[in-house]
């Protein structure tokens, strides 16, 4: 079987077979598969184009319904897919959409929405926005661009704008062509225009309103601009009269009389109406006048030359250098003047002090010494300060027990009296008989 020339191009569509024995293959199967209908599924869909008008609400859906058969395998016969979707939208070679363009998907299980009013700045300028569109139960993607096209208006802007607060719509609900037709139909009705757009339309989200609480099936609130080529009515200047600002100083609705002709399906907080009058604008600028606080006006900058001049740093690393060097070199000598030369030494001090401390001084570290000679060895002679220094009887002066270089390995751990010379004998008394003194 010859396969189709997109096959042997490497076309990312995918080749999917229906009848029996329906298998779905990719470019990359090799081999034939005898089946007799062939369907082309493409990834990636052709551009499609939109024109809208600048200065004019600009409302896009992005219908489920439209991805849905992008993403295989594909329900039974009979069968309904409902897989949850999600949208992304950025405007090509850039992360984000373009500052006028919102986008909004309340669940993966309804449609998103792109909406926003065109500008000026993108006249004649075609706005690529690539919608990438992700199937949340197969994590399979597809993808297309949008290509939006704005072109100008005759005329732009609408020198009559006003701007209603809508309390009990959310955003998505308000894009709606149904709800938004009725919403202009009844502005209509009220202003009575030649000609009537709506611009634009913002969620309170956007404002710095909070969001409401799940109960009583509460709404965001959603700002609805519209512009019209006739003066506002009387019923639309009413919130401006001095009693109903004092009613809305006081959060107290406002009487208007044509508030029942929105009051059947949208709820106007008509304290926050805004009407613009472009007519009346005047110009914001102001001529500068100087005075204090204003510098004077130096004409043009001049940057220096290239030819400047070389600077000598020679005596900037001297003063950088060699002074804290010196400096530390004085404070350095000071301190080992104090340390070194400064000392008292021994020999002054042993003069100011007493014989009698430094002969109890000398004791202490003669004894000291021998105990720390003991310590080093446990088999040396009984210490010097246990033994007699003066003979008991005649007084003279006893020379120690060993000399220095005495074994005393061999030397018993008791002497007995016999054995110690130099020991005067004391008289055993008698055991018979009597004595007499």
Not at 244 to 256: A, H
Not at 365 to 378: A, C, W
């Amino acid at each position: 079987m010859l396969l189709p020339r997109w096959w042997e191009l490497g076309d990312p569509c995918a080749w999917t077979g229906q009848g029996r024995g329906t298998r779905r293959m990719s470019p990359a199967t090799t081999g034939t598969f005898l089946l007799t209908v062939y369907t082309i599924f493409c990834k990636v869909h052709s551009d499609r184009n939109v024109y809208p008008s600048a200065g004019v609400l600009f409302v896009h859906v992005l219908e489920r319904e439209y991805f849905k058969g992008e993403f295989p395998p594909y329900p039974k016969p009979g069968e309904i897919s409902n897989d949850p979707i999600t949208f992304n939208t950025n405007l090509m070679g850039y992360p984000d959409r373009p500052g006028w363009l919102r986008y909004i998907q309340r669940t993966p299980y309804s449609d998103g929405v792109l909406y926003g009013s065109p500008t000026s700045e993108n006249v004649g300028k075609p706005t690529i926005i690539e919608i990438t569109a992700y199937n949340r139960r197969t994590f399979e993607t597809a993808r297309h661009n949008l290509i939006i096209n704005i072109m100008s208006a005759e005329d732009f802007p609408l020198p009559y704008q006003a701007e209603f607060f809508i309390k009990n719509m959310n955003v998505e609900e308000m894009l709606a062509s149904e709800v938004l037709g009725d919403f202009l139909g009844a502005v209509k009705n009220v202003w009575q225009p030649e000609r009537l757009n709506a611009i634009n339309i913002t969620s309170a989200l956007d404002r710095g309103g909070r969001v409401p609480l799940p109960i009583n099936d509460l709404k965001e609130g959603v700002y609805v601009m519209v512009g019209a080529d006739v003066p506002f009515s009387s019923c639309l200047r009413e919130v401006e009269n001095p009693q109903n600002q004092l009613r809305c100083s006081q959060e107290m609705e406002p009487v208007i009389t044509c508030d029942k002709k929105f009051r059947t399906q949208f709820y106007i907080d008509w304290c926050k109406i805004s009407l613009v009058d472009k007519t009346k604008q005047v110009s914001t600028y102001q001529e500068v006048i100087r005075g204090e606080g204003i510098l004077p006006d130096g004409g043009e900058y001049k940057p220096p030359s290239d030819s400047l001049k070389s600077r000598d740093y020679y005596t900037d690393f001297l003063i950088t250098l060699a002074v804290p060097s010196a400096v530390a070199l004085v404070l350095f000598l000071i301190l080992a003047y104090i340390m070194c030369c400064r000392r008292e030494g021994v020999e002054k001090r042993n003069m100011q002090t007493p014989d009698i401390q430094l002969v109890h001084h000398s004791a202490i570290q003669k004894s000291t010494k021998e105990l720390r000679d003991m310590s080093k060895n446990r088999e040396i002679a009984w210490p010097l300060s246990t033994l007699p220094v003066f003979h008991p009887v005649t007084g003279e002066i006893i020379p120690p027990l060993h000399t220095d270089n005495y074994d005393s390995t061999n030397m018993p751990l008791m002497q007995t009296q016999q054995n110690l010379p130099h020991q005067t004998q004391i008289p055993q008394q008698q055991t018979t008989g009597k004595w007499y003194p």
